[in-house]
């Protein structure tokens, strides 16, 4: 427990002390909501700010846990991932660290977007939303960090994990109804959108939000908080299935990788002719 | 004296880098509580021992134990018995100093009650203690290095590793580090394991071994080195070199004429007593040299220990 705190108040002091990355940050969702406020006013939203926000607080918190994971690559190849693994505490415990301060950062941020919300016109009738909003970010902050880790252990250096996080970031954020509904997008984006478990995330968090969660599924369809897909309904429950099932098959892959991957072969293609 | 258990035993080690074999078929033991030295060039093997027996790489070949633990299929129990000053910065760039110390408590579980004041004691013996809430990024490469040492001394294992330890530190801050390592030794019975190219540091070493190309060409108390492989020499300047060379010749004594001195090897010093004193109002200058484990390097490989060192 204590190893699995220190690495996740590192991680977040991290992110906080860098303060050109975490202004730009904070700032960029908010460029989003100017781009793509306009789209989402239509007949079948009721509150487009609130639907909007949550959208694109959720999509935030995805890819800010995606990319704390990307640290995992950088304390690799600058060395102190040695002294981590020559240190005896056990490899899971190193890598739930890495989940859970991924999640934690991930989960700042999308608090702090939450927040700023309530002055640009997001609206909550029940303060129970805000712990159930609160447990969603933090739920979809671990999911996806199971995910960039596993990205991490199979990229050898920072190129090309920000290579390979961005060529799936973008589509995935993109094609997940958090910026550009479902509806303006063409049939094969569609099909594609709908095997996005970031589309699932984004239904979620936003039915939760609008507190819509008590409502029967069939209801939700219009405001794309859930889904028929040929004969199958997507409600909320069955999202978070969906997610839970996502995550617990990364988690276990990325802390397999993770304990297996040859770190030693790693620092060796830095230090290649310096360290024999 | 009693017979020390071997806490590190190595067996036929062999350690390859793709077609590169960097470690060749080495054999050695480590008592415990010694202080041992690897001795030799960079490139000679030495890290890459200390890397495998640390657990960060694995061998080709052999078997390695450490305090009868195997280093390839017991990897947690060797981790916990040991600690390591890699030769190449494994600090946490990010943060602080304090913080990086503190990591390393939370890491090796030294108890909370004890964390500040071993901060403390470690950052005062590198003289770091004021600057400890820099970051570490913003450190000089000799800084970084000091903090790397501090931290390396902060919880005591059984075993603890210095890879290259004192290189890039000032004199006054080695002095410390080393009488520290060895207070460590002796009141911890902590055994040190290290590797060195300055031979001032390997001669007050329990063991040395001289590694070369791969291969451990010598194994013995530094004592012992240098009484085998190196002979004291004299060094005398005199007005009269052919009295002086005449005699040294009647008595087949080895000698050079160097500039204004000759040096002349010392086999029996009452021999070269009684030359010398035959000449006696000739000489100006005696020097007479003790051999040092760099002699004893030349003499087995007939180069220099430092000769094209990066470092």
């Given at each position: 427990m204590r190893v699995i705190y220190a690495l996740g108040i590192r991680n977040l002091k991290v992110f906080v002390r860098n303060r050109t990355a975490l202004i730009f940050n904070l700032l960029f969702p908010f460029f989003f909501i100017f781009v793509f406020g306009e789209i989402f006013r239509n007949d079948f939203i009721e509150n487009p700010v609130s639907f909007m926000l949550a959208g694109i607080i959720i999509a935030t918190v995805f890819e800010s846990s995606l990319r704390v994971s990307s640290n995992t690559i950088d304390d690799m190849t600058s060395g102190f991932m040695k002294e981590v693994l020559v240190s005896p505490i056990s490899r899971l415990s190193i890598a739930i660290g890495q989940f859970?301060?991924?999640?934690?950062?991930?989960?700042?941020?999308?608090?702090?977007?939450?927040?700023i919300g309530f002055f640009i016109g997001l609206r909550i009738t029940s303060p129970l939303t805000i712990i159930y909003a609160i447990s969603a970010m933090v739920f979809v902050g671990i999911v996806f960090a199971g995910f960039g880790l596993f990205i991490a252990t199979k990229a050898k250096n920072i190129q090309t994990f920000?290579?390979?996080?961005?060529?799936?970031?973008?589509?995935?954020?993109?094609?997940?109804?958090?910026?550009?509904?479902?509806a303006m997008l063409p049939d094969v984006l569609k099909w594609v959108g709908y095997f996005n478990p970031m589309t699932y995330a984004v239904a979620l968090f936003r039915a939760i939000t609008l507190e819509k969660t008590h409502l029967p599924t069939s209801e939700l369809i219009n405001e794309e908080l859930a889904f028929k897909i040929g004969g199958v309904m997507i409600g909320p429950m069955e999202a978070l299935g969906i997610l839970l099932a996502f995550g617990i098959v990364f988690l276990l892959l990325s802390t397999l990788a993770f304990i297996r991957v040859d770190f030693s072969r790693m620092n060796r293609i830095k230090d290649d002719s310096i360290e024999i | 004296m009693s017979v020390a258990k071997h806490i590190i035993e190595v067996r036929n080690f062999t350690k390859k880098y793709g077609n590169f074999t960097a470690v060749k078929n080495i054999s050695f033991t480590v008592d415990e509580g010694s202080i041992f030295a690897f001795l030799g060039p960079n490139g000679a093997g030495k890290s890459t021992t200390i890397n495998t027996l640390c657990t960060i790489?694995?061998?080709?070949?052999?078997?390695?134990?450490?305090?009868?633990?195997?280093?390839?299929?017991?990897?947690?129990?060797?981790?916990?018995?040991?600690?390591?000053?890699?030769?190449?910065?494994?600090?946490?760039?990010?943060?602080?100093?304090?913080?990086?110390?503190?990591?390393?408590?939370?890491?090796?579980?030294?108890?909370r009650n004890e964390v500040e004041e071993r901060i403390r004691f470690v950052l005062t013996l590198v003289d770091l203690l004021d600057v400890r809430r820099k970051t570490v990024a913003a450190l000089s490469g000799g800084?970084?290095?000091?903090?790397?040492?501090?931290?390396?001394?902060?919880?005591?294992?059984?075993?603890?590793?210095?890879?290259e330890p004192t290189t890039g530190l000032d004199p006054q801050t080695r002095a410390r580090v080393w009488e520290y390592v060895i207070k460590l030794q002796r009141e911890k019975n902590i055994t040190i394991f290290l590797t060195t190219h300055y031979m001032d540091e390997a001669e007050i070493c329990?063991?040395?071994?001289?590694?070369?190309?791969?291969?451990?060409?010598?194994?013995?108390t530094p004592f012992n080195l240098k009484k085998h492989h190196?002979?004291?020499?004299?060094?005398?300047?005199?007005?009269?070199?052919?009295?002086?060379?005449?005699?040294?010749?009647?008595?087949?004594?080895?000698?050079?004429?160097?500039?204004?001195?000759?040096?002349?090897?010392?086999?029996?010093?009452a021999d070269l007593?009684?030359?010398?004193?035959?000449?006696?109002?000739?000489?100006?200058?005696?020097?007479i040299r003790k051999g040092t484990l760099n002699d004893v390097f030349l003499e087995i490989t007939g180069r220099e220990i430092r000769e094209g060192s990066a470092s």
């Open positions: 859970v301060s991924s999640a934690v950062v991930a989960t700042a941020q999308g608090i702090i977007i939450f927040v920000q290579a390979v996080s961005l060529a799936i970031t973008m589509p995935l954020t993109f094609l997940s109804g958090a910026y550009i509904p479902f | 790489f694995d061998k080709t070949d052999g078997e390695l134990i450490i305090d009868g633990k195997d280093v390839s299929s017991q990897k947690a129990s060797v981790r916990s018995a040991i600690g390591v000053v890699f030769q190449d910065s494994t600090l946490d760039k990010k943060m602080t100093i304090e913080e990086n110390l503190k990591m390393h408590c939370v890491f090796y579980k030294v108890p800084m970084k290095r000091r903090v790397e040492i501090a931290r390396g001394l902060i919880h005591y294992p059984k075993v603890l590793f210095l890879d329990s063991k040395v071994a001289v590694i070369d190309h791969g291969k451990i060409i010598a194994h013995d190196t002979k004291d020499r004299a060094y005398v300047t005199t007005s009269n070199p052919l009295l002086l060379e005449k005699l040294l010749d009647e008595r087949n004594i080895k000698h050079t004429l160097k500039e204004k001195y000759h040096r002349i090897d010392v086999e029996n010093k007593l009684h030359i010398l004193s035959e000449c006696k109002g000739d000489i100006s200058d005696i020097e």
